[in-house]
């Protein structure tokens, strides 16, 4: 992605600042300038922000003092664009987080607290629910050792069958697919119900916690 902020003349073409370009990686650094516009601003159009995922790009425009969003995805060598429904009053934000990723940086934090005696592992717990829950599972299943206490509300544990239950078919955007074995070759590794506890690990106090009426995961 490249966001324009002055005036861009390539291969005898003016690109306006605070234009958004889209490029192929590779190509562009082998010195390609074939650029796909997203964004082009006008008198009373301009761009206001943008978050991406691994999969989407979501812009946020803004014309005549009112915001416009889109949802723009990279199909067959082109971008499509299409309009995201949201509420006139608020503002809204994504961001693509490899749940590989974000386990370390829990880790880390946790580590971090201990190293500098903020606190030890007998007086830190930890909650989390939803994904959250899938969170509290791999800390249950990986570091067990850093905290006396895991609370785990209504949770993805199951990282192989979550796409078969309820919305789970949704988030594969997210996490992967697990039917594909290279997705689930990498899935695997942290799936806390393929995991397990470790046998010479000594637990401290557990709350697993279900609902029968929360929508995105199915009870047990």
Known sequence: ???LRSDWKVDGKTYPAGMLLAAGFEK???GDRTLEALFTPTERKSLAGTSDTKHYLLINELENVRNHLYVLQPQNGRW???PFEAPAFGSIGISGIDPDESDDDFIAVAEDLLARKVTTPKH???QGGSNGGLLMGVMLTERPDLFKAVVCQVPLLDMRRFNQLLAGASWMDEYGNPD???????ISKY???HNGVKNDVSLGMFSLCFS???E???PP
């Open 216 to 218: 995105s995961v199915s």
């Open 80 to 82: 499509t664009r299409t």
């Open 124 to 126: 830190l717990g930890i």
């Open 28 to 30: 562009y650094l082998k």
């Open 212 to 214: 029968q009426t929360f």
């Open 191 to 193: 799936s806390p119900y």
């Open 180 to 186: 594909q074995p290279e997705e689930w070759a990498y």
């Open 1 to 3: 992605m490249l966001r």
